[in-house]
């Protein structure tokens, strides 16, 4: 039993993180101790569902539909109680009041168990009529409920899928499984993050299994023979472009409304938003920002040019602990000398790769070449020369890549790789697309919870994105420098869609437009990852790249290999 000696109000224990605690130790971790979070189906049924009972609630005084629940004649109200002596505090959906007996009900999207067989949390085995995890939120509730004065002997379960209503009494057993619960969230803020599970059924319907990486994790330590796709190969959000300058994106209901400055308008919904990316004289307001990050979107300022100028996201609340492991990590020599060889050979690699599928005669040499310095680049035994390595394979790569443009008609110009400012079409495309790839880096690196300004290859500048600009080295010639041959050689842009002045080359309004779908053709596109072997976009490669990263950072994996093409 635990002593009553009160708690701390800032280390509380919901009721809704015993439930993750039952569910899975690492789940709760992630959410609990990480600060990570993710939407699933279930999650955001669950919240519309709320958002309807709380606007039902401000014209009646039933806030259920008789057709969607069983309790529609029932007076019900939205309560927050804390426990000090438990450490415990919850939100509840539902409390309803009875004469002098009160009790809280759970309105659960999926479906009820069986009933076949019992539950087990901890050492303790639960009836079989509710979930385990949905067990252990319901005992918080009632012992909530009971600690505040309230007469509560039984709660309610309510199962959408199944339409049933389960009722869960107040007992020593759940009780004594609550306490357990409880000293087991507690433990796990104070430990490393638990091992994933093995090949469990919970992680297939889990919200943050792709954030999890369950299977990949225990593939890449040996524990499993394939990994199973537990996440949608593609995000069903994208990104939302501002480039029209005087357009205005402000807030209206659940979509934020993008008005041009002719006066046309149009709507998209905030679930359907990953990121907002906002170019030169472009405005947003303050409410439209405000409900944004609180959504998890990120929102990236741009000039004209494509020069990124901030980034806003929500507050660094997420996984503090893996930056410390970051900041620990990279101050170490060994460790970025180690990492650094990995990006570099994997950049060299992907950059002959690329050449030896567009070109098919008089590359031997280059070919050889790279090869050469690709294996040199993972036994180089410093920072400076891996860099000396790096730019001998660009001299190189660059010598060919302009050799792959063929557009259909016309020619259009790539004197050399140069940039600040660019001086053709092909180094304007290029440069703004690593920009793009930039954003999308730093976007991943942000929501895993790393700081993308302290990386362990690109020098440490004020203001510079060293991380993002490490993590994107492997992935120029994937991304960028293969939308670029393909948008020249299909002929979608052309020489005539650029100005050029004086050392300087610049997009035409409807060029900038086309180059970004182009770019956004290809992050979008499914390859067959290499090592996991299904098949998700570039942008889902992004996030799973700097998870990796962390995982290695925190030192749940021995080792991080960035993404090499066949």
């Not at 009160?102 to 087990?120: C, L, Q, R, V």
């Not at 949390?121 to 949905?134: I, K, R, T």
């Not at 499914?526 to 950072?553: D, K, N, Q």
Request: glycine letters at 6%; hydrophobic letters at 35%; aromatic letters at 10%.
């Amino acid at each position: 039993m635990m002593e009553n000696i009160g708690h701390n109000p800032d280390e509380y224990i919901t009721a809704r993180g015993l439930n993750e605690v039952a569910y899975c130790p690492r789940l709760y971790h992630l959410m609990y101790v990480q600060g990570l979070f993710d939407d699933s189906v279930d999650t955001l049924e669950g919240k519309a569902q709320h958002s309807r009972r709380r606007s039902r609630g401000k014209n009646s005084e039933n806030l259920e539909d008789a057709r969607e629940t069983p309790w529609s004649n029932d007076k019900i109200k939205d309560v927050i109680l804390s426990d000090p002596d438990l450490g415990i505090t919850g939100k509840f959906d539902i409390v309803v009041s009875k004469g002098d007996a009160t009790f809280p009900i759970e309105d659960k999207h999926g479906p009820a168990p069986h009933g076949s067989y019992p539950f087990h949390v901890g050492p303790f085995e639960l009836p079989p009529s509710a979930w385990g995890n949905d067990q252990m939120q319901m005992g918080a509730q009632i012992a909530l409920l009971r600690a505040n004065g309230y007469q509560c002997e039984y709660g309610k379960i309510y199962y959408r899928k199944s339409n049933k209503l389960v009722e869960i009494y107040w007992s020593e057993l759940l009780y004594n499984a609550l306490i357990w619960s409880v000293e087991k969230a507690r433990q796990l803020h104070k430990e490393a993050m638990p091992e994933p599970l093995i090949d469990s059924q919970k992680c297939l319907r889990c919200s943050l299994n792709h954030i999890c990486l369950p299977d990949e994790i225990q593939y890449l330590k040996g524990n499993i023979e394939e990994p199973r796709r537990l996440h949608p190969g593609r995000s069903d959000r994208g990104i939302l472009y501002l480039t029209t300058p005087g357009s205005y994106l402000s807030k209206n209901g659940e979509n934020m409304k993008v008005t041009l400055p002719d006066g046309r308008s149009d709507h998209i919904p905030i679930k359907e938003i990953e990121h907002v990316c906002i170019f030169g004289n472009t405005q947003i307001s303050t409410q439209a920002l405000s409900v944004l990050v609180d959504r998890g979107v990120s929102i990236s300022y741009l000039t004209t040019g494509g020069w990124i100028c901030a980034v806003v996201t929500s507050v660094l609340k997420q996984n503090i602990a893996v930056r410390k492991a970051q900041f620990l990590k990279f101050s170490r020599t060994d460790t970025c000398l180690r990492l650094a060889q990995s990006i570099v050979s994997a950049k060299i690699a992907n950059q002959r790769t690329l050449l030896r599928r567009n070109r098919k005669d008089n590359i031997k040499n280059a070919l050889n070449e790279l090869k050469i310095f690709c294996q040199k680049a993972k036994t180089i035994s410093s920072l400076d020369s891996l860099r000396g390595i790096e730019g001998i394979s660009s001299r190189i790569y660059w010598e060919e890549y302009h050799k792959l443009l063929n557009p259909p008609t016309g020619t259009i110009e790539m004197n050399g790789r140069n940039r600040r400012p660019p001086q053709d079409p092909v180094n304007a495309m290029l440069s703004y697309g690593y920009t793009l790839l930039l954003r999308d880096f730093y976007s991943a690196i942000s929501g895993v919870g790393m700081d993308p300004l302290y990386g362990f290859y690109h020098q440490l500048v004020p203001g510079r994105p060293s991380l993002a600009l490490d993590l994107m080295e492997p992935f120029r010639p994937l991304i960028v420098d293969s939308a670029v041959l393909r948008a020249v050689n299909e002929g979608s842009i052309t020489q005539a869609d650029f100005l050029s002045t004086q050392g300087c080359c610049l997009f035409k309004k409807d060029a900038k437009y086309k180059w970004i779908s182009a770019y956004e053709r290809r992050i979008d596109k499914l390859v067959t990852h290499p090592s996991f072997g299904y098949r998700l976009s570039y942008r889902r490669v992004f996030y799973i790249e700097a998870r990796l990263l962390s995982r290695f950072i925190e030192g749940e994996i021995n080792e991080y290999s960035p993404l090499m093409t066949r």
